[in-house]
């Protein structure tokens, strides 16, 4: 479990494999810390450490994760969002967000709105009916708050010290990014469906 709260910005060092593939990531953790076999959210994509060095650890993603994904997107040189796996009792300051993505996000528009910048997102059909404004979503890892709804596209403000720190200061229009709906939205459409 995670918490949307990103704390460091890590870069894809290397690919390789066909079918499952295996992504060499720098960052600035304290490599030393993270056993093998920890769970890490790379641009919200939950996956588990097989490997470190120095400064790097290496993850393994299967042909369905890059599918459903934006990993198989990914270049050396890539910057992604980085958030190590919460502990019973750390400070849960996004909102709790699995590492499973339901889907695959675009950018259509970014504006400015004071000294932050307003991304509005598309989502595929089949998500729009789980975002609600001044709801959560995790995108690329990152909790935001919802601001409007409008059919199959959502806004959020993403202020200066986001864009620094996250790969937001780097998303155009067009970009694609990885979109995890609200854990709540997801049970409570479940219980509400009809048999």
């Known amino acids: 479990m995670f918490t949307g709260i990103v704390t460091d910005l890590g870069e894809v060092l ?15 953790f304290k490599v030393e810390d993270v056993p093998i076999g920890a769970s890490i959210a790379n641009n919200g994509v939950c996956l588990t450490v097989i490997d470190r060095g120095a400064d790097w650890f290496a993850v393994q993603a299967s042909a369905e994760t890059l599918d459903k994904t934006t990993l198989g997107e990914w270049k050396p040189g890539t910057r992604i ?35 932050s910048l307003r991304f509005s997102f598309e989502v595929p059909d ?20 919802v601001n409007e709804v409008e059919g199959a596209r959502f806004g959020v403000n993403i202020i200066p010290h986001t864009r620094a720190v996250t790969a937001f200061g780097g998303y155009q229009v067009g970009s694609r990014v990885n979109l995890e709906i609200d854990m709540l939205a997801r049970y409570v459409a479940r219980l509400l469906e009809k048999d």
């Not at 290397?14 to 600035?28: C, E, H, M, Q």
């Open 81 to 115: 969002n980085l958030e190590r796996a919460m502990s019973l009792g750390d400070e849960l300051g996004g909102h709790i967000v699995s590492g499973h993505v339901d889907g695959v996000a675009t950018v259509v528009a970014i504006r400015p709105e004071n000294d």
């Open 14 to 28: 290397d690919i390789s494999g066909k079918g499952d593939v295996l992504f060499k990531i720098r960052t600035a």
């Open 126 to 145: 089949t998500l729009k009916r789980f975002i609600a404004s001044k709801g959560s979503v995790a995108i690329d890892g990152v909790s935001l708050t």
